[in-house]
């Protein structure tokens, strides 16, 4: 194991026992050289003040860089932003966009969220059909 490996599993591990000072020390400079899962978990810790300041623009940041790089928790992050404009504006269209490429990766939560947003024409245009795709999506494991 490397040490940025040790470091990220540290971090991790800090983050989940809700020792979030230390999570922020050892993720932090992960986050700031490109890792997406450091990068995810400083976004929910600036994003809601955990061991920081609360920070809007770095979880923003933060967030977005993770989930560019593919990381599924992150674009769902991402996506909830945008859908109840926490820290962004509120825009659904590009809140669908995000929970569309994690639904695409296999976040179920993802697709249940934008099979409602479908259901309700909410950032995307109704349409009862995909609704109901993605919802068997959902319930057969997809």
Known sequence: MTDVDMDLASGIAAFES????????LL???????????QFRM?????????MVTNCAKAVAWMQAAA??????AQHGLGFMYLQG????HDPAEAAKWFRRAAAQGLEGSRTTLAMMYAQGLGVER????????????????
């Not at 926490?86 to 504006?89: A, G, I, L, N, V």
Request: proline share 4%; with cysteine; glycine share 8%.
């Open 18 to 25: 809700k020792n979030f000072v230390r999570a922020m020390q």
């Open 28 to 38: 932090s400079p992960l986050a700031d050289r490109g890792n997406p899962e450091a």
């Open 43 to 51: 976004a929910i810790m600036a994003q809601i003040g955990l061991g």
């Open 68 to 73: 560019e790089q593919n990381f599924a928790l």
């Open 86 to 89: 926490e820290c962004t504006r």
């Open 127 to 142: 349409n009862e059909a995909e609704a109901q795709r993605l919802r068997a999506e959902t319930d057969n494991g997809a």
